[in-house]
């Protein structure tokens, strides 16, 4: 109570709220931009994060967060182009309301449900952080192997591309974190010489590259491609009581499916939104008219993708081990500012996660608020021209990779990031692997040296312990799936091609 | 032509990654790393051969799939998917042009300080893009950089490199 008490004053100041309705309202933002995501967003505010305090820039990357990922549902509702992947499956029904005159409907459909979600995301995270921080006290270095490792198959395998294409990603991630001084002999691994390297290649500029960079890279190379349309007007209208009253049940249904998603490394909020949207399509008395302007596609859709910010949050915070993208950049900062995530972080510092469950609460309401005050001015954001835009993202993106560490060396390691992602979207390899791979590499490397020492080299011996042989069980069905699906639609007769899903940006 | 370019793609990153991968496991046996014998034989490249060796599994086995499927993806050539292909091509100069004025700003951040370097950038990158409106763009690199500059240069006293020209900037 004393450690709840304390999170709320450390969250009850100026620069506090300040930081998380402008996070939220420049969230909303860039999530009303095709192409620019949560990632894109969070590395444009890292420079600003590096001179404010600790709750302050939480405060700023949590409002950034909650705000893009409800931001994409504007444009998915009013031009059928969704901001961000999550908003993908509202479109569905979003723009067909909007092309019959209910666009203001829509989006309070989208704006309450998004609302919804994202405070039962919240609700998860203080029930369950806490839970998995004290059963994770039982973890040894095995166990952490163990789930680094599952981590990062569940990435690769859930990243669009192909398996293959996700491990090998993820893989480069890894070996890439390794270059630099060893932690343990001290000595320099694939330096050639250059002093510069020995500090390694850091997290953020790398982001700032696959993601931003290589962002403006595809729209360079995609100029000749159709404008998207700019000249409408929207408002905003809630649904009543009457309207809500038989989608209760829905709305819960679909918070509990984003949340329950959003905790597993990688699957992330566009998974949970159609995995949610396919469900309402299953079993919604309206289910004939999902797909044509059917609120229940909307409400199933953006609570489930808002109730993954919070649940993702669970591993990252609890464990030290990030789900998707955002929060391994979000993890970054946290550790730049000082905090550290994982279990002792709610022995050691309570105050701080209480004061992250309360951010987060009034970031959701924030946006509720940003949402329904400002859905028409935020659509004039696609009225600047791409070129100017993209030279702001791109120009402030880069000081954030500068700013981190003030070495002129990262700001080559971005461009080299920036050319490497662009690559690697127009070819179909998944960006989410490699960045995963790089944050968890250091922990995975750590986990099994120290694990190789406690077993006296006996790597066999790693199965013994049973939450670790569970972890291996599960990281060998995900791995062995596709092959299980194949061998599966074969005997049926159905066996889809050998690569049928597409790649591109995540 | 999009589905062969692309798994033409696919194997050029793929065998590039094989042959760094290849490259970077000779290194490994390098006498440097024979000096290193701490934590019980597993010295500073054991990890990442293992991460090298599984880069060279999943490289081979994408280079030898994406071969075996060419033919299956030239196959599927039809005049539709020409149009993104065209369109690419069109933009090959501009994309090329993106990246190396990103590099020349990358090289003067330092060199040239930021307010100078962001100004020029700010000024040519939205040609690439096809923006052609000069007033515009002359507004919005002076104040975008003028604006970012003092933000953090007086505000959140971040210090920024300076021009060997100027002493405030």
Redesign the interface.
């Known amino acids: 109570m004393d450690a709840a008490l304390l999170g709320l004053d450390l969250v009850l100041n100026w620069q506090v709220l300040l930081a998380v309705t402008l996070g939220t309202a420049l969230g909303v933002a860039v999530g009303v931009l095709p192409g620019l995501g949560s990632v894109v967003g969070i590395t444009m505010v890292l420079p600003f994060t590096l001179t404010m305090g600790q709750i302050p820039a939480i405060a700023l990357l949590l409002g950034i967060y909650c705000g893009s990922v409800y931001g994409g549902s504007i444009t998915a509702i009013v031009i059928n182009t969704p901001g961000t992947p999550q908003a993908a499956a509202t479109a569905l029904d979003g723009y067909p309301m909007a092309a019959r005159g209910e666009a203001d409907l829509a989006l309070g459909w989208a704006t309450a449900a998004s609302l919804a979600g994202g405070l039962f995301s919240v609700m998860v995270l203080m029930l369950a952080a806490p839970q998995l921080a004290a059963f994770s006290l039982n973890f040894t270095s095995i166990e952490y192997f163990a789930l680094g490792v599952f981590a990062l198959i569940c990435i690769a395998q859930v990243s669009r591309g192909s398996l293959l294409k996700g491990l090998l990603s993820g893989a480069i991630g890894m070996f890439i974190a390794t270059i630099g001084v060893d932690q343990v002999t001290g000595d320099m691994r694939f330096t050639f010489g250059n002093f510069q390297l020995s500090a390694g290649i850091s997290l953020i500029p790398a982001i700032v590259g696959l993601f931003a960079l290589s962002e403006m890279f595809v729209r360079v190379s995609e100029r000749y491609a159709p404008a998207v349309r700019t000249d409408f007007r929207i408002g905003f209208k809630i649904p009543g009581w009457h309207a809500w009253r038989p989608r209760l049940l829905l709305l819960l249904k679909s918070c509990s499916i984003g949340s329950f998603i959003g905790a597993l490394p990688g699957t992330g909020a566009a998974t949970s939104a159609f995995i949610s949207y396919a469900e309402a399509k299953r079993s919604s008395p309206n289910r004939e008219r999902i797909g044509k302007g059917e609120p229940d596609g909307i409400v199933s859709a953006e609570s489930a993708n808002n109730a993954v910010t919070g649940s993702a949050l669970v591993p990252t915070l609890a464990l030290g081990i990030p789900g998707d993208p955002v929060t391994a950049v979000m993890l970054g900062t946290l550790v730049v500012q000082g905090i550290t995530p994982g279990p002792r972080l709610f022995t050691d510092q309570l105050d701080i996660v209480y004061a992250i469950f309360l951010i987060l609460i009034a970031a959701n309401l924030v946006m509720f608020a940003v949402g329904a005050l400002g859905a028409q001015a935020f659509t004039r954001i696609l009225r600047v021209p791409q070129g100017l835009l993209m030279t702001g993202v791109v120009v402030i993106a880069l000081l954030g990779a500068y700013g981190v560490r003030g070495n002129p060396l990262d700001l080559i390691i971005a461009l080299a990031a920036g050319v490497v992602g662009f690559v690697m979207r127009k070819t179909g390899f998944p960006i989410a692997p490699m960045v995963i791979g790089m944050v968890l590499s250091p922990m995975i490397e750590n986990a099994l040296r120290q694990s190789l020492l406690l077993t006296r080299g006996d790597f066999w011996a790693f199965f013994d312990r049973p939450i670790a042989l569970g972890l291996f069980v599960l990281t060998a069905f995900v791995l062995l799936w596709p092959l299980l699906s194949l061998a599966r639609a074969r005997l049926r007769g159905t066996a889809p091609p050998l690569q049928s899903r597409p790649g591109g940006e995540e | 032509m999009l589905v062969a370019a692309?798994a033409n793609?696919?194997t050029?990153?793929?065998t590039l990654?094989l042959g760094t991968?290849l490259f970077?496991f000779w290194?490994t046996f390098e006498p440097?790393?024979d000096?290193?014998f701490?934590?019980?034989?597993?010295?500073?490249?054991?990890?990442?051969r293992i991460?090298?060796a599984?880069?060279i599994a999943?490289?081979a086995?994408?280079v030898l799939?994406s071969l075996f499927?060419a033919p299956r993806g030239q196959a599927s050539r039809q005049p539709a998917d020409m149009a993104p292909d065209n369109?690419?091509w069109?933009?090959?100069p501009?994309?090329l042009a993106?990246?190396a004025l990103?590099?020349g700003?990358?090289m003067a951040?330092?060199a040239a300080g930021?307010l100078l370097s962001?100004i020029v950038?700010?000024l040519l990158?939205?040609?690439?893009?096809?923006?052609r409106?000069p007033l515009?763009?002359g507004t919005?690199a002076l104040s975008?950089?003028l604006a970012?500059w003092y933000l953090?240069e007086k505000v959140?006293?971040?210090?920024?490199?300076k021009s060997p020209w100027f002493a405030a900037f």
């Open positions: 692309r793609g696919t050029a990153v793929a990654a991968a970077l290194h440097a790393y000096t290193a701490a934590a019980a034989g597993r010295g500073p490249v054991f990890y990442p991460l090298l599984i880069i999943l490289a086995t994408i799939q499927q369109a690419g069109r933009a090959l501009a994309l993106a990246i990103t590099a700003y990358v951040f330092s930021y962001t950038y700010a990158l939205p040609l690439v893009f096809g923006h409106n515009a763009i919005f975008y950089a970012t953090f959140f006293l971040i210090i920024l490199p």
